[in-house]
């Protein structure tokens, strides 16, 4: 979960956060799996398959690529709280193409390191829910806990995963069964994306929907019998650039 207390003596922050990737990802507090090498930026995450016949692969632009994850606060003391965008740049995986376009898969990774909270720009042109400035010690704390062994654990877990185990409608928009992997447990949620194809060696894939925590498992974080707490809802956001493996 997402969240941050301003409380009289100081500022309190506290993180329960449901991903995305995805573009999601999702997040999960599950029992421990021997921990895998985190995957170099340009390589195919673990796991993914060589190039079959007939299959298309596109490689995902980590720095031309973002997911962007919205927290908001909730309970009658919400005011004293602060709403997250929890967000990444340094996704990498691959896109593989086949015909019909129902038959394609993805899997992407993403580094839990590489996530930053609240970064002004992103925060920018939201609304009024996201136009109060939040003090770096929210942000510091928020951050320490996302990472930290009660949420993502990024000591012995340091790579999200998604997969893309179906996928029907087309020939733009698509709903996607992804099966999310946080902390050595599985989760499948239905995703809404778009592809479009902008040229002829470039793959675009979008995504915007909700994600409940409790949907991955998650208890949202709340204090004072919930008069402050983050909502089980989530806000997804992923924009996803690739291009065609030669």
Known sequence: ??????????????????AAMIAALGLAGCPSVRRAPP????????????????????????????????????????????N???????????IDLREPLAASRFELRLPVGSFEVDEPRLRSGRGESFAAPVPDSARDGTRRNLLGEDVLDAAHFPDLVARAVALSGGPRD??????FEVRGARHAVDVPVQVDRPAADRLHVSARFPLEQRALGLTPFSVMLGALRVEDRLDVELDLSARRVP
């Open 174 to 179: 698509f709903v996607a069964r992804v099966e």
């Open 84 to 94: 997250h965008v929890i967000a990444s740049r340094a996704l990498s995986g691959v």
């Open 39 to 82: 995957s170099p930026a340009e390589a195919p995450p673990a796991g993914v398959t060589p190039l079959a016949a007939g299959v298309t692969r596109y490689r995902v632009i980590g720095e031309e690529s973002l997911l962007a994850v919205l927290a908001y606060r909730g309970g009658a003391l919400a005011t004293l709280g602060h």
């Open 1 to 18: 979960m997402l969240g941050s207390v301003a409380g009289r003596n100081g500022q309190f922050s506290k993180v329960a956060f449901g």
